[in-house]
């Protein structure tokens, strides 16, 4: 009996947390489709519209420029991000020199700085440069946040991985670069694809320093969502369907490249 009240303890403790967790994803999706006139209410019989879609786009909103911006800030984030951390896991990893481990934790311990504290600076030093409300400056603050967390993960695959084969190919005499290439970056795919996933969905929804640093040209989507406040007071509808638009690719790429994200979390939890 015991048993059998543990079990259904346990299933209802999961619905709970399962309803707690999707309710507000739902409710966005759900408020997308809603007419101003049914925003407020929880009911599900309302007629499904897309013209909150449409308006989003329009003036004075323009969120597609805010796209435009997310894609390429995210996008190039990731592009310069995932090599440059790639080697340097590599070098962590491998390399046996003095204080690296000192030096592994400094760039750590980066990630630990909160990061209402260095926005001040980063705004002082892009004024000065004339790079306020650029995408140049945001990608610059984004490698500054992601690319020690992606040496991190980096790193972790990358000491799963057996250094036999490596030491084979350099006897045969291949070089360094050479045995990354060929060998280790395949072998290390799996986590290098579940790092990149973090890096952009890390720079897709980075908020405070883009509110800081733009204004109006380089504008990013988690920061257009602040302007469907007026003082007509909060338009959820408009709000849901910007929400949508931030959610609905992260979904569609977990989904496209789930097997090799659990292929990739589950290679870097072990060594």
Not at 34 to 45: G, I, M, T, V
Not at 244 to 265: D, Y
Request: proline share 5%.
């Amino acid at each position: 009996m015991k048993r059998h009240l543990a079990w259904w303890g346990e299933r209802a403790l999961l619905v709970l947390v399962s309803v707690i967790v999707l309710f507000p994803i739902a409710w966005m999706f759900l408020t997308a489709f809603k007419r101003p006139r049914d925003a407020y209410s929880l009911s599900l019989d309302f007629s499904p519209t897309l013209q909150n879609f449409v308006t989003v786009f329009a003036d004075p909103w323009n969120l597609g420029d805010m796209v435009l911006n997310s894609v390429i800030v995210a996008t190039v984030t990731v592009l310069i991000a995932v090599p440059c951390a790639s080697l340097a896991a590599y070098s962590f990893s491998r390399f046996r020199v003095r204080g690296r481990k000192f030096l592994f934790f400094l760039i750590l311990s980066t990630q630990f700085i909160p990061a209402v504290v260095i926005v001040l600076p980063f705004f002082l030093m892009f004024r000065t440069l004339g790079l306020l409300d650029t995408r140049l400056a945001l990608i610059v603050v984004n490698l500054a946040i992601v690319t020690p967390f992606v040496i991190w993960m980096i790193k972790g695959f990358i000491d799963a991985i057996p250094t036999d084969s490596e030491e084979a190919a350099m006897i045969d005499g291949a070089s360094r670069l050479r045995v990354i290439k060929d060998i280790v970056l395949p072998m290390a795919a799996p986590g290098i694809l579940t790092s990149s996933i973090f890096c952009f969905i890390l720079t897709w929804n980075e908020f405070l320093f883009a509110l800081i640093l733009t204004r109006r040209d380089a504008v990013t989507l988690p920061v257009g969502l602040v302007s469907f406040r007026t003082e007509r007071g909060d338009l959820w509808e408009l709000m849901s369907a910007a929400g949508v638009m931030i959610t609905v690719p992260i979904f569609i790429m977990a989904l496209l490249i789930q097997k090799h994200f659990t292929r990739g979390m589950t290679a870097g939890a072990v060594k």
